[in-house]
């Protein structure tokens, strides 16, 4: 069955903090969802799980950029994800789900998995 | 093709640990492996086998898991013991079945020795080896009030300790004259006997036992050669370990004459596909009976079938260091001095129960054993000079001494040589560390990843950093004190820029002395030094996203995402009502409660969208914030001070209470923690704080820089006699003094210590105002405690800020899943176990 996708709307421009993060509930879970001004694109949306412990976490990190690469720091270990592509820097071997996120007038749109499934022939 | 089969006889400690090895190497994939264990358990730490009887699961000793076996497709076979091996047909035999092996690995470990004795089957007569039997020793003192331990060694100690600890009154029975006959001489001996016979336990030596009978008083009676008794319920052997080789013995392999299998240094019996491990293998006619000596065999082993012809067991140091009822004890080397010429350099306390004893060689240059009683913290440094032979320096009593009669410091980064082991976790040494630097590591994070060093239990993260500043000074390389790349400042640099410039925000700092965007080093750094310059409100737009997660939203975060609470409870005096007000809160929200070290109370499981609500009920019964969460005051701890006790000459409770209102909400670069004493008796601890106040009959003495912790240190006295108005003004100019020259979260400790001229300088610019600032001091901090804010009571009234206490900013019903809650000991506590 071929996966599908759809832009959901998860908050307002209201509801993100400058450089810093917010979580929003999903269909596919809890994402966390960053707004960095100063940078070029300003939006980033990651898992807000953080998967060393395993709690929901990461929208409460420190965010800034490590040689370029815009990153949050895990609030409880401290290990830093890439914003952009949700690799661990300390260990490439563990990352987070990315979600591409974008501004729709004052609205931003998550691209999640739809999981209602279409029915199928019996 | 088929693949070839591996057979472990054997779950224990090293077993295990072979098992570990091989399944990540890659001869892994050429074998099927089958382990057989005559336990039921899977294999567990038998090195802190006591722990058992003082709570300790088998799951909290357990080395592996059952998921492991299987992730790493390892057939576990517990509770079936082999019977037989034979060789020809290369099988094993077990009550269920024959199974072929094409190499075979004994890791059967040993078996406790029972001395031949008339009544050693008694059945309160016991062993003390395995879980079963610290099973069967719980069921027997049930109903006891005395248990022997016969066997004054390491784990017959460690007997003992079990036995106290199920609350019977416990005896050694030993044969020698003295305790730990093969690591410690007759004076270290006599002061370990001293110690633990202060902690309960009744020690008996040179005592030969002939017969086990009825006792009269108690359930046995022990007959002794020279004539005497002793009565008690129950008896524990622990005198010494055999080799388990009967598989061995049976199928004809070689073994020693007093047991063992022989093995050579690849750890290979006399049959090529068979080997054996452990305290079962008996190598170049040695047993090794600790766990270490057997993890390098099973090192060694998993390198042989890996095809690695270099691989080779050589030995193993014997040097131990232990905890044995809570006596330091350590012997490193040739303890007893039995190298030709070998001198000795006593040092012996009775009073305080330390002994120590050096062994050097004949031309006194290098260290050959030690024997340590009473204070391991010499243990370390010694052992570097044996292992590695160091020269050791001219005055080499100076090692044993303690540090206030000329005793020398640890070894410095430079005097140890390349094998010198840095990180024992992951097994990393100065070489290694070299090495990483050689290939182009040039930062203590570049090395950590690299070498893993320091990533395990963390306790050597300050000696990594000496030797990496000091290797890579050595190669010409400046040390960078920039704090991180985004700014090439240390915090003190950047404190006076911000002073300086009269800047007020984070994104004017980095554009203006920085570069790119900041990071988690910087940005809560420059937020501290923003708050002690202009004290705004740490929740202002600008300064929200510099905040570690607990001064963001004012709580400690827990593992499981959610926040523990602290209000202030300035001095620990509080009142019934307000008492009343915390529990009503605790049990509104389920909220697990504990009672600070700190003298207040500390409330866990608060979500995030549950603080705000929390705090206007706290606030309504008039607490503040306790800042537990930031790098500030943390408490005033006091005793109760000249108003209830007898002996108090000063009001201790209303000076702490005065001194936490004074500095509550101070940004510092680390927590800060004081106390006040009323009398000498010092019942508050202040010479463990950073600011310690002691009364006297004319004042108070100030005592400064002292920390519990991970390194504890006591604080120096630095003023005594002091009037309540010089006492305050001193310790504003100390805070100060600190908050605007120290590092990044160094403790006051740490910072005097690194003051050139140490406690002599700050005595001079505090108290003879050396530097002309002490004015300026004095009315930095004025300024600092008359702007001070309850930081909740801001947030709790201001609905912008409130806004950021949502869980999920689209479902404010939502309650995060991954929050599961158990109960224990009647609270609620995370279910949450992945972390």
């Known amino acids: 069955m071929k996966a599908r996708t759809r832009w959901d709307a998860v908050c307002t421009v209201e509801d993100l903090v400058p450089e810093s993060g917010i979580a929003v509930w999903t269909e596919n879970g809890p994402v966390a969802v960053f707004y960095l001004p100063h940078r070029l694109p300003a939006l980033f949306a990651i898992s807000h799980t953080d998967p060393f412990s395993g709690a929901n976490v990461l929208a409460r990190g420190i965010t800034g950029d490590l040689k370029g690469e815009p990153i949050v720091a895990s609030p409880l270990y401290k290990q830093h994800f890439s914003l952009r592509t949700g690799v661990c820097l300390e260990d490439d071997t563990v990352s987070v789900k990315t979600y591409p996120v974008l501004l729709d007038g004052n609205r931003i749109r998550l691209e999640v998995q739809a999981t209602q499934q279409q029915p199928q022939a019996a | ?127 003390y080896r395995t879980l079963d039997d610290l099973d069967a020793i719980r069921a027997s003192a049930n109903d006891a009030r005395t248990g022997v331990v016969v066997g004054g060694g390491l784990l017959g100690l460690e007997a003992a300790n079990a036995l106290k600890s199920l609350g019977l009154e416990a005896h050694v029975v030993e044969f020698a004259p003295r305790l730990m006959p093969v690591q410690l001489d007759t004076d270290g001996g006599a002061v370990l006997r001293g110690k633990i016979e202060e902690l309960g336990v009744r020690v008996h030596t040179e005592k030969a036992t002939t017969a086990i009978v009825d006792g009269e008083t108690a359930r046995l009676r022990m007959n002794f050669s020279d004539g005497e008794f002793l009565e008690t319920d129950l008896i524990v052997f622990s005198a010494g370990i055999r080799p388990q080789d009967t598989l061995a013995r049976e199928s004809g392999l070689e073994v020693g004459e007093r047991g063992g299998i022989v093995v050579n240094n690849q750890c290979t019996t006399s049959d090529p596909h068979i080997h054996a491990i452990g305290e079962c293998a008996l190598w170049n006619q040695r047993i090794f009976g600790l766990v270490a000596p057997g993890y390098t065999m099973a090192r060694t082993l998993s390198a042989v079938l890996n095809g690695d012809r270099d691989a080779a067991f050589t030995g193993a140091d014997m040097s131990t260091k232990l905890k044995l009822l809570g006596v330091d004890v350590g012997s490193i080397g040739d303890a007893h001095g039995q190298t030709a010429g070998a001198r000795n350099i006593r040092y012996n306390d009775e009073q305080a129960g330390h002994y120590r004893r050096m062994v050097v060689s004949s031309d006194g240059k290098k260290l050959l054993g030690a024997i340590l009683v009473g204070d391991n913290s010499y243990y370390d440094t010694l052992l570097q000079y044996a292992l590695n032979g160091i020269d050791l320096p001219e005055n080499a009593e100076s090692l044993i001494l303690p540090e206030s009669q000329g005793g020398a410091p640890a070894l410095g980064a430079d005097a140890l040589p390349d094998t010198a082991s840095i990180c024992s976790c992951h097994n990393v040494t100065k070489g290694d560390i070299c090495g990483a630097i050689d290939a182009g590591c040039s930062d203590l994070g570049g090395i950590k990843v690299e070498t893993k060093a320091s990533t395990g239990c963390g306790g050597c993260a300050a000696l990594l950093k000496n030797v990496v500043d000091s290797e890579l000074e050595k190669r010409g390389v400046e040390v960078s004190k920039d704090i991180c790349e985004h700014f090439p400042y240390s915090r003190q640099e950047l404190f006076h820029l911000v002073k300086v410039n009269g800047i007020r925000t984070f994104r004017t700092l980095i554009s203006q002395y920085g570069k790119g965007h900041g990071c988690d080093i910087c940005k809560p750094t420059v937020g501290s030094i923003l708050a002690t310059c ?198 504003d100019r100390v805070l100060m003094f600190y908050v605007r020259t120290a590092d990044r979260l160094q403790r006051t400790s740490v910072w005097m210590e690194n003051l050139e001229g140490g406690l002599d300088y700050l005595k001079e610019v505090v108290l003879e105002d050396s530097l002309g600032i002490g004015a300026e001091l004095e009315e930095h901090m004025e300024g600092i405690v008359g702007t001070y804010q309850c930081e909740w009571k801001a947030a709790v009234e201001d609905p912008e800020k409130r806004k950021r206490f949502r869980e999920f900013v689209n479902a404010p019903e939502k309650a995060d899943p991954v929050q599961q809650w158990t109960t224990e000991r009647d609270q609620r506590r995370p279910a949450l176990e992945s972390a």
């Open chain 2, 1 to 127: 093709m088929s693949k070839k089969t591996l057979i472990v006889i054997g779950n224990g400690m090293v077993g295990h640990h072979f098992l570990e090895q091989f399944a990540t190497s890659p001869a892994a994939k050429e074998y099927e492996v089958v382990v057989f264990g005559e336990e039921k358990q899977l294999a567990y730490d038998r090195v802190h086998l006591s722990e058992y009887f003082s709570g300790s699961t088998h799951a909290d000793l357990a080395m592996g898991t059952a998921d492991w076996y299987a992730d790493n497709h390892i057939t576990l076979k517990l509770g079936e013991p082999v019977l037989a091996i034979d060789r020809d047909r290369k099988t094993v035999t077990t009550p269920a079945s024959d199974y072929p092996y094409d190499e075979l690995v004994l890791a059967t470990g040993s078996y406790p020795f029972v001395p031949p004795i008339e009544g050693n089957d008694n059945e309160r007569c016991f062993v």
């Open chain 2, 534 to 731: 202009w004290n705004e409100h740490i929740l202002a737009t600008d300064h929200v996203p510099l905040q570690d997660t607990n001064d963001t939203f004012m709580a400690n975060m827990q593992k499981n995402g959610t926040y523990s609470i602290v209000p202030r409870i300035p001095g620990g005096e509080i009142t019934p009502e307000k008492l009343i007000v915390l529990g009503q809160v605790a049990k509104e929200y389920d909220l697990y409660t504990k009672i600070t070290g700190g003298q207040r109370v500390d409330l866990f499981g608060a979500t995030l969208s549950q603080l705000p609500e929390i705090w206007e009920k706290l606030i309504a019964a008039g607490f503040e914030t306790g800042h537990a969460y930031g790098k500030s005051l943390r408490t005033v701890k006091s005793c109760v001070g000249s108003t209830w006790c007898r002996y108090g000459v000063q009001d201790s409770v209303g000076m702490a209470i005065f001194l936490e209102n004074r500095y509550k909400g101070l940004r510092a670069p680390h927590k800060v923690k004081m106390a006040v004493s009323g009398c000498t008796r010092e019942c508050a601890e202040a010479q463990s704080k950073d600011i310690g106040v002691i009364a006297t009959e004319n004042g108070w003495n100030l005592y400064v820089c002292g920390n519990g912790g991970m390194r504890p240190r006591h604080a120096d006295l630095f003023a005594t006699d002091l009037s309540d108005e010089e006492l305050i003004r001193t310790i």
